[in-house]
């Protein structure tokens, strides 16, 4: 289903939606910032790997749901997946463990590294037996396609943070692949944590809809997600919750998929579970 691959591969770049720190001592915003600083200094935090790195790392489980539904609104496909993930030296290592209770079968793990390899697509990422660097998704490249403006300075949980609304430029940078014409329909509100300047929260959008191959394969129509991050140590942050919902279309027939992950059971690495 390239149209749902095409579709959960996007949610993961949209680490630019994350969410709520939970440490005390809650940071003051430096008023006088505009948007473009704010962001500046976020993309500058995130190109720092090591700034962001803990001495040991750390390793967790993830866990996501996936649901189809009819026409009729009944449920007619139902996966949970749980992940293996360890976050050392800046970057992420993801191994896909269990299907519904079960080792992934051959088709599962095609899936997911059909899924890997368009996550790196969208963050520009090249293919690497290493790990990904999802946890530090602000680029230049992609800060690049978009206009921000300085909504508010609001507190994330006892922490204060910018709240910036973005939307695609205008006119639109050129489109060289297909997950080009997805980033210049999409848009929303992200808050930025104002002490570390880590994205706190995102909620993100779909303004038009995204035809695949001009629409002979399928198109994304909606698309409504939010992805939370939290702190768990000095300047170490992990994408730990997520929610989406999506409405498409897979050549004729309609699509419309529920998900929800949760990172849970946090340890460092090197200590016993």
């Known amino acids: 289903m390239k149209v749902v691959q095409f579709a959960k591969a996007s949610l993961v770049w949209l680490v630019l939606a994350l969410a709520a720190a939970s440490m005390p001592s809650p940071a003051r915003a430096e008023n006088a910032l505009s948007a473009g600083e704010v962001i500046a200094k976020a993309v500058a935090r995130a190109q720092k790997a090591e700034a ?109 943070a910018y709240q910036i609304a973005f939307r695609p430029k205008n006119p639109l940078p050129p489109a060289h692949h297909i997950a080009d014409h997805f980033l210049s329909r999409i848009s929303g509100i992200i808050w930025i944590d104002a002490e570390e300047f880590e994205i706190a929260r995102a909620e993100i959008g779909l303004s038009s809809e995204v035809d695949l ?20 140590g000095e300047g170490l942050w992990i994408n730990t919750s997520s929610s989406g919902n999506i409405e498409g279309r897979k050549l004729l027939d309609p699509v419309r998929i529920k998900t929800n992950s949760r990172a849970v059971n946090f340890r460092a690495l090197g200590l016993p579970s």
Request: with cysteine; proline share 5%.
């Open 52 to 160: 962001t790195t803990a001495p040991a790392g750390v390793t967790y489980t993830k866990i996501t749901v996936t649901e189809a539904f009819d026409t009729a609104g009944n449920v007619k496909e139902h996966k949970e997946r749980v992940y293996h993930v360890m976050f050392q030296d800046g970057s992420t290592y993801l191994k896909l463990e269990q299907v519904n209770g079960r080792p992934p079968d051959a088709a599962e793990l095609k899936l997911h590294a059909e899924n890997e390899a368009n996550f790196r697509l969208l963050s520009r990422q090249p293919r690497s037996a290493k790990g990904d660097n999802r946890e530090n998704l602000l680029s230049p490249d992609l800060v690049a396609r978009f206009d921000f403006t300085l909504v508010t300075n609001a507190p994330i949980a006892g922490r204060m």
């Open 213 to 232: 191959l001009g629409g002979t394969v399928g198109c994304l129509k909606k698309l409504a997600y939010t992805l939370n991050r939290t702190r768990i």
